[in-house]
T-cell receptor
Framework: KAGVTQTPRYLIKTRGQQVTLSCSPISGHRSVSWYQQTPGQGLQFLFEYFSETQRNKGNFPGRFSGRQFSNSRSEMNVSTLELGDSALYLCASSRGTSGRETQYFGPGTRLLVL | AQSVSQHNHHVILSEAASLELGCNYS??????LFWYVQYPGQHLQLLLKYFSGDPLVKGIKGFEAEFIKSKFSFNLRKPSVQWSDTAEYFCAVNARSGGGADGLTFGKGTHLIIQP
């Protein structure tokens, strides 16, 4: 079974630009969560989508948004990029949303904002 | 909001030594508890998880963890570590709400180095 895939793997943007990251979950998984990982703050929850609906949202500004498609693939968008948005963005998928399911993580997209 | 503290950021052990990594969380309600591991060059993967029942849970590769509710702790243990256990270890929590749960809150991680 193929794992969680994320594209692109690396990205360089400049301040003020916007970026869209993509995540394809494991086949059969309907929940997709996004996390930001930085050396200073560690892993922080961004949001979770299930059946095309955002179920949970972390404490991030409105510049961070996401969506999920009918095939469970998900995208996250960051508008008006800031230097502090440089991070590894991880996507994780799971079967459901009970909170007990194992989340399977992808390799991440490393974003550098200059 | 809940928070997770991992006491040791860096741990260096020799092979065959015993391991205990501390994890404490702050949340008054019912939680699900996890330990994830990231081996060099690999994705984050689940080591073990606890929801209810026996507070001593066993995971992959000989790891186990004990949930002590009164101490809000979920420490990870392994009786004898191997060089291949060198990795970053993350404790994580999500709080149960209604029929589901919120997103995972992670600790800052413990970088474990096993010397041959």
């Amino acid at each position: 079974k193929a794992g969680v895939t994320q594209t692109p793997r690396y990205l360089i943007k400049t301040r003020g630009q916007q970026v869209t990251l993509s995540c394809s979950p494991i086949s059969g998984h309907r929940s997709v969560s996004w996390y930001q990982q930085t050396p200073g703050q560690g892993l922080q929850f961004l949001f979770e989508y299930f059946s095309e609906t955002q179920r949970n949202k972390g404490n991030f500004p409105g510049r961070f948004s996401g969506r999920q498609f009918s095939n469970s693939r998900s995208e996250m968008n960051v508008s008006t990029l800031e230097l502090g948005d440089s991070a590894l963005y991880l996507c994780a998928s799971s079967r459901g949303t009970s909170g007990r399911e194992t989340q399977y993580f992808g390799p991440g997209t490393r974003l550098l904002v200059l | 909001a809940q928070s997770v503290s991992q006491h040791n950021h860096h741990v260096i052990l020799s092979e065959a030594a015993s391991l205990e990594l501390g994890c404490n969380y702050s949340y008054g309600g019912t939680v699900n508890l996890f330990w994830y591991v990231q081996y060099p060059g690999q994705h984050l993967q689940l080591l073990l998880k606890y929801f209810s029942g026996d507070p001593l849970v066993k995971g992959i590769k000989g790891f186990e963890a004990e949930f002590i509710k009164s101490k809000f702790s979920f420490n990870l243990r392994k009786p004898s570590v191997q060089w291949s256990d060198t990795a970053e270890y993350f404790c994580a929590v999500n709080a149960r709400s209604g029929g589901g749960a919120d997103g995972l809150t992670f600790g800052k991680g413990t970088h474990l180095i096993i010397q041959p």
